[in-house]
């Protein structure tokens, strides 16, 4: 076929078609950050028309998180240096949150001067999604630690997962009994089967009951149907009893029952159902102190306990606290869009010397707070929660205790170095040739902290 040159498109035209076919949202804007183009893309990603968007400024279409702080085009527009992949999230027509991918740079006329800039944005909600199924799919990589009993903890994981025997899982609230618990049944075979969480604490006894082991048709005057249990639903696969401490006498006979036999019985009916369940139960609760009291029974206890899990309080373990910072700031600025560099050496001090009575939980609540106040690259001390802050450091506690001679001599000579470098203890840890957190344990220990002897 001849070449037909009356028919084909011009420069301007190919340009106008490359920019309405690309799936990237992309728009331009003069000096004042007024639209001035955008593209089909644009409006499917943001909900709104080119007619509504144009002569707008672009903080009015977007509505991004960032857009009179970090705006990734104004700054281009000062400084004329291109910007790419900033990832920040942007509020369509609806309202609704959509994270997206920006790339900008700067606009010039024929002469090389500058007339506007053009942004490239990729909706990366689709990637996000996968990145939340993957995260919520790999509970381990959650399980991070630099603490001696959690690494041998950690270690028992892979082990445990592939035996079937009953675990207890003891520690207190907050400090990631159900975490550990979700990571043994994704590593155990029963990893495609339910898992399945009840907190027995929740409910009241005769509601317990019928969550666990279900109920026939007319057990009971609202029993319009027959009810399986949580067992039942949890065939082949894994349940936690969650709080389990604070079960009733009553039915912890019944779930003895099913860990000699497993079988269970609905409420209502005459028959056994078989069930293949594996078991792993939590408590906040001395187990061993609720036995002697009467409260729990002590043949139940020693059928959970095949193996037992005692998870440490966050107070005893202060090496994992930065580790963890890291860890929820670096979630936190995924979830919510924002770009958080880190805590402050004040911060750090603070939660390094907090008590933590809420553990890993109350932890993560105080960052996801501070979140929602820090409008800057770092997080200072008044962004935590008000009781974190007013409360003291729990390491003047150790002060009274007695030493032997090597801790006073180990105890003077950080305290030398601390006072002579200004109790910067980045340096002095580095003096030392220690973590930084070892170094906090240390002064814990030995009840070093200023204006004490």
């Excluded at 190919?14 to 950050?33: H, W």
């Excluded at 009467?294 to 139940?300: H, I, N, T, V």
Aim: charge should be neutral.
């Amino acid at each position: 076929m001849p070449f037909d040159q009356k028919n084909t498109p011009t420069f301007n035209e190919i340009n106008d078609l490359i920019f309405e076919s690309i799936t990237e949202g992309v728009f331009s804007t003069d000096k004042n950050c007024r639209v001035t183009s955008f593209n089909r893309a644009a409006e499917e990603i943001s909900g709104f028309s080119r007619e509504e968007a144009i002569g707008q400024f672009c903080f009015d279409i977007f509505r991004t998180d960032l857009c009179h702080t970090r705006c990734a085009l104004r700054n281009t527009l000062e400084n004329g240096k291109p910007i790419s992949n900033f990832k920040v999230n942007i509020l369509n027509r609806n309202g609704v949150k959509i994270p997206i991918s920006v790339s900008t740079s700067i606009l010039r006329d024929r002469e090389g001067g500058p007339r506007g800039a053009v942004e490239i944005f990729r909706d990366l909600s689709a990637m996000e999604e996968l990145r939340k199924q993957l995260q919520a799919a790999d509970q381990v990589e959650k399980l991070a630690s630099r603490n001696r009993e959690m690494q041998e903890i950690f270690n028992l994981i892979p082990d445990v997962a592939e035996s079937d025997c009953n675990v207890l899982i003891q520690g207190p609230s907050g400090s990631g009994k159900e975490l550990l618990a979700r990571a043994i049944h994704k590593l155990s075979s029963r990893r495609d089967r339910p898992y399945i969480r009840v907190n027995c604490a929740a409910l009241p006894e005769t509601l317990l009951e019928s969550e666990l082991f279900g109920y026939v048709k007319g057990a009971f005057t609202d029993a319009k149907r027959d009810k399986p249990g949580r067992f039942v639903v949890a065939d082949q696969g894994t349940i936690l009893l969650d709080e389990i401490g604070d079960m009733p006498l009553s039915l912890q006979a019944k779930l003895l029952r099913v860990l000699q036999d497993g079988e269970i019985q609905p409420l209502g009916s005459t028959k056994s159902t078989h069930v293949d369940v594996r078991v792993i139960a939590s408590t906040h609760n001395d187990v061993k102190n609720m036995i002697e009291e009467g409260l729990f029974r002590g043949d139940l206890f020693y059928r959970l306990k095949v193996i037992n899990i005692e998870i440490p309080p966050l107070r005893r373990r202060p090496e994992d606290i930065p580790l963890l910072v890291d860890f929820f700031i670096q979630r936190f600025n995924a979830q919510q869009g924002k770009r958080i560099e880190g805590i402050s050496e004040e911060v750090l001090d603070h939660v390094m010397n907090y008590d933590f009575p809420g553990n890993v939980r109350e932890l993560e609540n105080a960052i996801e707070h501070a979140f929602v106040l820090c409008k800057e690259d770092v997080i200072q001390l008044h962004h935590l929660p008000r009781d974190m802050r007013e409360s003291g450091p729990h390491a003047a506690a150790f002060s009274s205790r007695p030493r032997n001679p090597v801790e006073t001599a180990e105890a003077k000579v950080i305290k030398d170095l601390l006072e002579r470098h200004r109790w910067n203890k980045a340096k002095v840890s580095e003096i030392l040739g220690i973590h930084r957190t070892t170094l906090w344990r240390k002064m814990q220990k030995l009840g070093i902290g200023r204006g004490q002897d």
